[in-house]
C-alpha cells in the first residue's frame, strides 16, 4: 500500500470512494463527497493534508484536514479539522484508516499546526489521543455529545488557554444550530 499526497488525478476516485464509504452509514447526510470538492476549492484546503491509501493502483482511502479557528473575543486560533475520512467499504476494517489518521497526525506536526479536532466515535479516535474538547473549554456551534467532539494535542500544552468557540470553514454548510445552509 502506498500513502501518498492526493494529486488532481485522483479527484474522480476520491469522490467515487467518499460516496461509497459513506452510503451505509448511518449518520452520514450523503453529502460527504461534495463536502470534499467544496473544501477542495476553499482558502481552507491544505494540499500536504488531503491525503489517499492507494493500493494496486486504486484508491481505497481518503483523508483530509483543513483549516478552522478557535474564537475567544478577538483572540483567533488556528486548528485544523479532521474531516472526512474514507475507506472503501471492501477495504475497511483492515487499518487502513488507522493509518492514514496517523499520518495525517505526523504531517500536521511537521507542518507546524498545533492541534486537530473532529467529531467521531468515542471509542475509537482516543486511541490516537484525542480528548473531549471540553478539557480546554472549547465548544463548537453544533450540538454534539461532549465524548464525541474530540482534540489533539499535537504538541504538549498547544491548546493551554485556547477555550473558544470551534470554528468550521464554510464550505460544511451548517448554521450555529446545525441547521444545513446553502452553498
Do not use: C
Not at 102 to 129: D, Q
Request: no cysteine; glycine share 6%; charged share 25%.
Amino acid at each position: 500500500m502506498i500513502i501518498r499526497t492526493e494529486q488532481i488525478k485522483d479527484y474522480d476516485a476520491v469522490y467515487e470512494l467518499t460516496e461509497l464509504a459513506f452510503k451505509t452509514m448511518p449518520f452520514a447526510d450523503g453529502d460527504e463527497q461534495d463536502l470534499v470538492v467544496r473544501l477542495r476549492n476553499s482558502d481552507a484546503f491544505i494540499h500536504d493534508l488531503s491525503i489517499v491509501a492507494e493500493q494496486d493502483g486504486n484508491i481505497v482511502g481518503h483523508i483530509m484536514l483543513t483549516l478552522g479557528h478557535i474564537e475567544h473575543e478577538d483572540v483567533i486560533i488556528d486548528t485544523l479539522v479532521l474531516a472526512p475520512v474514507s475507506v472503501h467499504p471492501d477495504h475497511q476494517n483492515k487499518g487502513i484508516g488507522s493509518i492514514l489518521i496517523r499520518e495525517s497526525i505526523n504531517r500536521a506536526k511537521t507542518l507546524g499546526y498545533k492541534s486537530i479536532n473532529l467529531v467521531g466515535h468515542e471509542k475509537y479516535y482516543p486511541r490516537f489521543g484525542f480528548k473531549p474538547a471540553s478539557n480546554w473549554g472549547i465548544k463548537m456551534e453544533l450540538e454534539v455529545p461532549d465524548q464525541n467532539f474530540m482534540f489533539l494535542e499535537l504538541f504538549e500544552n498547544s491548546l493551554k488557554n485556547s477555550q473558544g468557540l470551534l470554528k468550521y470553514p464554510k464550505e460544511f454548510n451548517f448554521d450555529n444550530k446545525g441547521n444545513k445552509t446553502e452553498d
